[in-house]
């Protein structure tokens, strides 16, 4: 066959509109150079992972040309959501596609995707199949470097070194100017890498962080969501912080994180309350008062550090009669174990090797620094909260913006989340 005959035919592969049926697509991918999961408004010039996934499908003659353009057109829905930069070792649609042999069309897509995206199976379900309401539960990881856990610097308004003056007090809001925390030397750096956390500081982080397993008001932990929401309230199933590992000389710490459900910037405020506590030596009491009507505003760690790791559907695969009798297939990833699994490390290297170019978690923690007066009111050793009455503003050619890391105002976040929001 001619080359002209070929392209001739794989373009009517793309044309042909035949019998579409519902069905899970499992994969994975390494978010760092992508704005996120979720396809973005045409008039923002960015690459998503479903702009690359949907345009897969077509390329395979898995969906046609003409709903090629939006994924809205295909019955589309996600287990999860991650926001820019986020990566995903285990991640599910569902969609409606041409389908004749799932193997075959796995092979194809891997074919057409980037190294960087890996189709693992797909799953035929029933036509009334949706990955959002049907996914029971999804585990997260989160990796970080433990230099964050460094004494702040004496400039900060907390930290035990502090030699800041005491916080204004006033019945109104006052203005403060950004602290000028200097940006890292060499020196800073190779002390960072070099840096052990105490047996004591890496006993308090796993205390903090399995405080939160259980039924809990997160209002605090999100954006646009009130204490009187029924949505802020999340269950968290189980939190685990493993034994540290030392990777090219630096120590870092993994989370694993399972709840029903995840708001907006949830895991990465969890994460950045529990390092600041434990920097500043702010004792475990005032987690209880976090998740109180109290309003408090905690930052977000960075999120290069987050990987999703799993969406469970514990109930739609348990195997009763009904199950059987309807052909449903179980959603399961253990097929492509050995491939996800050496996926997922490939993933956690780079997160490392990012630290190591990049030095994102050390230059957070100081931008943290350069606003504590913010903090300090929830953040200190007395575990006292007081209200939050101090506004910050940026130094003038300031090249990081305070809405980068912590939210200004409580009005709502357009953007996209980098976890699972799933309102009921």
């Known amino acids: 066959?001619?080359?002209?005959?070929?392209?001739?035919?794989?373009?009517?592969?793309?044309?042909?509109?035949?019998?579409?049926?519902?069905?899970?697509?499992?994969?994975?991918?390494?978010?760092?150079?992508?704005?996120?999961?979720?396809?973005?408004?045409?008039?923002?010039?960015?690459?998503?992972?479903?702009?690359?996934?949907?345009?897969?499908?077509?390329?395979?003659?898995?969906?046609?040309?003409?709903?090629?353009?939006?994924?809205?057109?295909?019955?589309?829905?996600?287990?999860?959501?991650?926001?820019?930069?986020?990566?995903?070792?285990?991640?599910?649609?569902?969609?409606?596609?041409?389908?004749?042999?799932?193997?075959?069309?796995?092979?194809?897509?891997?074919?057409?995707?980037?190294s960087d995206i890996r189709v693992w199976d797909i799953i035929p379900t029933p036509k009334n199949f949706n990955a959002r309401r049907t996914c029971d539960s999804r585990k997260y990881e989160y990796a970080l470097p433990t230099y964050v856990f460094r004494d702040p610097p004496p400039a900060a308004y907390y930290g035990p070194n502090s030699e800041a003056p005491p916080l204004p007090v006033s019945d109104e809001n006052i203005t403060m100017i950004q602290l000028p925390i200097s940006q890292p030397t060499f020196e800073d750096i190779d002390c960072d890498r070099r840096?052990?956390?105490?047996?004591?500081?890496?006993?308090?982080?796993?205390?903090?962080?399995?405080?939160?397993q259980g039924v809990n008001n997160f209002h605090n932990f999100t954006l646009g969501r009130s204490f009187k929401d029924k949505a802020s309230v999340r269950r968290m199933i189980h939190i685990q912080v493993l034994d540290p590992e030392v990777h090219d000389g630096v120590e870092w710490l993994r989370v694993r994180l399972h709840g029903q459900s995840f708001m907006l910037h949830q895991i990465r405020k969890m994460i950045g309350l529990a390092i600041l506590m434990v920097r500043t030596q702010t004792p475990i009491s005032i987690i209880p008062e976090t998740l109180t009507s109290v309003k408090l505003n905690i930052p977000k760690a960075p999120g290069t550090g987050l990987l999703m790791d799993e969406p469970l559907f514990q109930s739609y695969n348990t195997v009763d009669k009904r199950r059987i009798e309807s052909g449903k297939n179980?959603?399961?990833?253990?097929?492509?174990?050995?491939?996800?699994?050496?996926?997922?490390?490939?993933?956690?290297?780079?997160?490392?090797?990012?630290?190591?170019?990049?030095?994102r978690f050390g230059r957070w923690a100081r931008f943290i620094d350069s606003y504590s007066f913010t903090f300090a009111t929830y953040l200190n050793r007395d575990g006292i909260v007081r209200p939050c009455y101090i506004l910050g503003l940026p130094l003038r050619n300031s090249s990081v913006e305070l809405k980068d890391v912590v939210d200004v105002g409580n009005g709502d976040d357009s953007r996209q989340c980098d976890e699972q929001e799933q309102n009921d």
């Open 330 to 359: 179980p959603i399961d990833f253990s097929l492509a174990a050995e491939d996800i699994e050496n996926f997922k490390l490939h993933i956690l290297a780079g997160i490392r090797q990012d630290e190591m170019v990049n030095h």
């Open 1 to 114: 066959m001619s080359l002209d005959a070929s392209e001739s035919e794989t373009a009517d592969a793309r044309t042909i509109k035949r019998p579409k049926r519902k069905v899970a697509i499992l994969f994975g991918y390494d978010g760092k150079d992508y704005a996120g999961l979720q396809q973005q408004p045409k008039s923002q010039s960015v690459t998503a992972i479903e702009d690359l996934l949907l345009g897969a499908l077509v390329e395979a003659g898995a969906i046609s040309v003409d709903n090629g353009t939006n994924v809205e057109k295909n019955s589309w829905t996600r287990s999860g959501r991650t926001d820019r930069g986020v990566s995903a070792a285990r991640q599910l649609i569902s969609c409606k596609i041409m389908l004749e042999d799932p193997g075959a069309m796995v092979q194809k897509l891997n074919a057409v995707l980037p």
């Open 195 to 212: 840096f052990r956390a105490t047996a004591e500081q890496i006993a308090t982080f796993r205390a903090i962080m399995t405080s939160f």
